[in-house]
Structures are given as C-alpha cells and as structure tokens.
C-alpha cells in the first residue's frame, strides 16, 4: 500500500510539472529544456528554506515558487529575440548550467549526496507525517494547479498564449 | 615553468578534444539545421566496435578502421532511415531534434546492455608518457588527438572551400531548394556529410578513449561540449570552430583554477548560456544562429 501511495505522489508532482510544460511548450509553442531546472530551483529553495532558516513549510514554499518563477522569467527574456531550436540550445545550456551548480556547490546543495532530514511538511496543525498525507497533499496541488492552468487557458490572457504559438508577429 | 607548461598543453589538448567533435557536429548542424542528439552514438560507436574487434585478436589499425567505419555507417543510416523520410514528410527542426534524442537513446541503452556501465580501458593503450618537453609531460594520446585535430581542420577546410563537394555542401546548406534547381541532389549531399560527421566524430570517440577510458554516455557528454563550441563559434566556419574549442578550453580552465574540478562542465554551459543571452539581446542573433532563427 506504501508502494502504491508513493507511486501516487509521484505521479501527481510529475503531473503538475507536466502541466507546467504544456502551458509553456503546449500552448506558447516554447520548446523549453529547462522545465527540469526550474522544478529544481523550486525544490532546492524549499528545501534550503527548511533545512537552513527553519522557514516554516508554506513560507519556504511561497518563498521557492518566487525563485523558480523568477529564474523562468529571467530564461524568459531571451525569448524577445531568439525562437526555435535557438531557444531549445538556450534552455538546454541553462539547464545543465544550473544542474552543475546543484552538483558542485557542495556547500549549499550537499552535491550528489542530495539534502536530507528535511523538516515534514506542516500545514496549520496538519502535520504531513505517512505517506498517504504526502499523497493527498500532493493530489490536490495537482488539482489545484490544473485548474489554474484551465483557468489561465480560457482566459483572454491564454488566448494570447496561443496565438503566440500561431503567428507571434501577428500576436 | 615545468607546471604552467604543463597546464598549457594539457588546455590544447582538451580543446584539440572539443575541436573535433565540434567539426563533426558543425558538419550535421550546418547543413541539417537542428540539434542531431543522434550525432552522439557516432562518437561512441567506434571506440565500443574497435574495442569488440581488438579484443578478439585484430591489430589497432584494423579495429580503428572498422570502429570508423561503424561510425560511418550510423551517421550515414540515421540520415537515410530516420532524418530523411522526416524531412520530407515536412517535420519541423524539433520533431527531428526529438526523432534524433529517441534514437540515441535507443543505441545508448543497447550498448549499456551489450557492456555494461562500467567505464572500459581502451585494449592495448594507456596514457604512458612518450616524450617530456619544458617540463610537460605529453601523452601519446594528446599527441594523436592534438595531430587528428590539425588534419581533420586542414582535410575540412580544403574540402569544404576547394572542392566541387564543398560548393555542393554550402548550396545545400544555404538553399536547399535552389541547390536542387540547380541540379544538386540534396539528399545525396546531406547523405554524404552525415557519413564525413560520422567519420570525424568516430575518430574523436576512439582518441577520447585512448585518453581515459570509454563508457556508453561518453557520447552525449562530449557532444554538448561540441554543441557549446558550434554555438560559441557561430558562423565562421572550420577555423571558428578551432578558436571557440580554444576558447571554450581555456574558459574552463580558468574557471576550474578558481573553483574546483567539479565545475569543468559546469562553466562551459554557463559560457555558454551567457553568450546565447548577450548575443540574443545585443545583436539579436549573429551568422548561422540568426538564419536558423529565420527559418524557424
């Protein structure tokens, strides 16, 4: 049952980067390497947060998606100028850059050991302790954010996004 | 003095290393126009097929001809089997760039299974010192990879500026379909450069393995370094290529003198990444990048 439950939560986090991709190479037509280094800087800075400043789980959260948002829109930038498979050459440059610095700054990242003794996750007085609380934390964010991207793709700002993908000229 | 001799050849002889897939990969990406992940298993072919045939008795000349020539043969039919009925069915530079990473991953688990992961001394060759000149040590390996590189770049540099195949390559290059008016048959022409790719990076595989050892994700490790030089190097050709292999060498042993080894890799791709960045925002894109964007 651990097993299954592990699998689940598993399933739902690669679900949601999923999501994350489709929005940027699905709807904006942005083939981008670098989805994996984001998703990186996000876990990295949570964890960090955690480990180092004992940054309680939400602030070390909300503090990670800023960074990996920012380090995408700094990876967005180039954007402006370059599209293709110049774009997919830069994402991919950025992306074995950033998985280096994860391996070689020892000091921070502990390298190729990883961190661990990462605090549990709390949420208010829900204190993620079993696997089956990690699988339904990790279910709903997955629901949550599939709605957010819905919402964000029906919106006239998803509009945009697609006609991104069919003539950025135009757009 | 002995030392910084020493540090002086080891950097020409990584960058002799980087300036030869870097001319393999040149030849596959100029006149393919996407990112050949494929090009990777040409790399690592010859070294695992020269191993195979000197380790059941061949001479090195022998095995090294026949590792070329495998490489050869997988350059040459990924062009014919995959790349070209894709391009003709009209698939875009991504659908091949994804085509070509299936491929390669493909023929890397198949020689994981084959040998295994460990990594594999190259039979018959080491690293024994053979001559000693200011102080510094030098290989016979750099000494082969630092004279293969010299004679490729000259052997590329007439071929592609003095032949009546190198008038060829750029017309298809330039325009394929204006080569084709004109009578070229770009097919045979983007067949014959896979093949010359598969040679040059078969060379530069098996000279990497007489340096260290072979394993079966060599090929994609010393491919993005060839893909940092082609990048860095732009449009200017066999000897753009040379300097940004120099370039990209000294780069990294600069960075590695202020940091640690571990970051070798690691301050190439962030050269790399920079120079897209600056490139991208200062001129929008220059030479071969500018017209891939225009084709995209």
């Known amino acids: 049952m651990n097993y ?122 829900w204190v993620l302790t079993s696997r089956q609380d990690y699988a339904i934390l990790a279910v709903c964010v997955l629901g949550a954010t599939q709605w957010m991207i819905w919402r964000i793709v029906q919106s006239p700002f998803g509009r945009v996004l697609m006609s991104i993908r069919g003539d950025e000229m135009l757009t | 003095m002995g030392l910084a001799v020493q540090h002086v050849v080891n950097t020409l002889s990584t960058a002799s290393g980087y300036a030869l897939i870097g001319m393999s990969f040149w030849v596959v990406f100029r006149i393919g126009r996407f990112l050949d992940v494929c090009h990777a298993l040409s790399y690592v072919t010859a070294p695992y ?37 894709l391009r003709d069915k009209g698939a875009s530079s991504l659908v091949l760039l994804l085509a070509s990473f299936g491929a390669y991953v493909i023929g890397e688990n198949a020689l994981s299974i084959a040998y295994g992961d460990d990594p594999i001394p190259f039979p018959g060759t080491g690293g024994g010192c053979t001559m000693v000149i200011l102080g510094a040590h030098f290989t016979s390996a750099q000494v082969w990879r630092l004279f293969a590189c010299g004679a490729i770049a000259a052997g590329l540099g007439f071929l592609f500026s003095r032949t009546t195949w190198g ?9 394929p379909q204006l080569a084709t008016i004109t009578g070229i048959s770009h097919a045979m022409v983007i067949g014959q450069a896979y093949a010359l790719a598969g040679a040059v990076a078969g060379i530069a595989g098996i000279l990497a ?36 292999a120099a370039g990209v ?48």
Request: charged content about 5%.
């Open chain 1, 4 to 125: 299954a439950l592990h699998i689940l939560t598993l399933v739902a986090i690669f679900g949601v980067l999923s999501g994350s991709l489709n929005l940027v190479a699905g709807y904006t037509g942005f083939v981008s390497i670098a989805q994996a280094a984001v998703f990186g800087i996000g876990a990295y800075a949570s964890a960090v947060l955690s480990l180092r400043l004992d940054c309680p789980f939400l602030v070390s959260s909300l503090l990670a998606m800023a960074g990996a948002a920012t380090a995408g829109f700094a990876l967005a930038l180039p954007s402006f100028h370059i599209r293709g498979d110049v774009f997919v050459i830069l994402t991919f440059a950025f992306q074995f850059a950033v998985a280096g610095v994860f391996n070689n700054w020892v000091a921070m990242t502990r390298g190729s050991v990883g961190l661990y003794g990462i605090p549990p996750a709390a949420i208010g007085p």
């Open chain 2, 49 to 85: 097929v020269a191993y195979t045939m000197a380790r059941s008795g061949a001479p090195v000349w022998l095995a090294t001809l026949t590792g070329v020539s495998a490489s050869v043969l997988v350059g040459l039919g990924s062009e014919q089997i995959l790349f070209r009925h």
């Open chain 2, 167 to 175: 008038t060829k390559y750029r017309a298809v290059s330039d325009n």
């Open chain 2, 209 to 244: 393995a007489r340096d260290t050892f072979m394993d079966s994700a060599m090929g994609l490790q010393a491919l993005l370094m060839g893909v940092v030089v082609v990048v860095v190097a732009g449009d200017h050709g066999i000897p753009g290529v040379l300097l940004s």
């Open chain 2, 249 to 296: 060498a000294l780069f990294q042993f600069l960075g590695v003198t202020v940091t640690s080894s571990g970051w070798h890799n690691t301050t190439a791709f962030i050269l790399l990444f920079l120079f897209m960045v600056c490139q991208a925002l200062l001129k929008d894109g220059t030479g071969l990048f500018r017209s891939l964007s225009a084709s995209n």
